[in-house]
């Protein structure tokens, strides 16, 4: 099981990214996937997550209305549309597949490495 997490890049505020999550070696359909962020100093913080069947989402407060995950099945890749980017929003983001169980709120056990969002002012 891999995950490649890609899209990062500098971008001014208000400007927007879409960062891509590629599965290899597992059916990203069955399981739940979420976007995290961990920014300088700071804790890891669960950004959005997708379940199995894409017919369930959930987002932290901080980003709610500016962010949009979505999955892309048969490309086996999750997506995270990030609109109207503010410096705040600076963090590596990763992405991980749960355990299996297909539901957001389950642990997650297959991490990807980060990619680098910086949102300059």
Not at 12 to 34: D, E, K, P
Not at 51 to 72: C, E, H, L
Not at 73 to 91: S, W
């Amino acid at each position: 099981v891999q995950l490649q997490a890609s899209g990062g890049g500098l971008v001014q505020a208000g400007g927007s990214l879409r960062l891509s999550c590629v599965g290899s070696g597992f059916t990203m359909a069955y399981y739940a996937i979420g976007w995290f962020r961990q920014a300088p100093g700071k804790e890891r913080e669960e950004v959005s997550c997708i379940n199995n069947s894409g017919g369930y989402t959930s987002y932290a407060d901080s980003v709610r209305g500016r962010f949009t995950i979505s999955r892309d099945i048969a490309m086996n890749t999750v997506y995270l549309q990030m609109n109207n980017l503010k410096p705040e929003d600076t963090a590596v983001y990763y992405c991980a597949a749960d355990n299996g169980e297909g539901e957001c709120g389950t642990p997650y056990d297959y991490w990807g490495q980060g990619t680098l969002v910086t949102v300059s002012s």
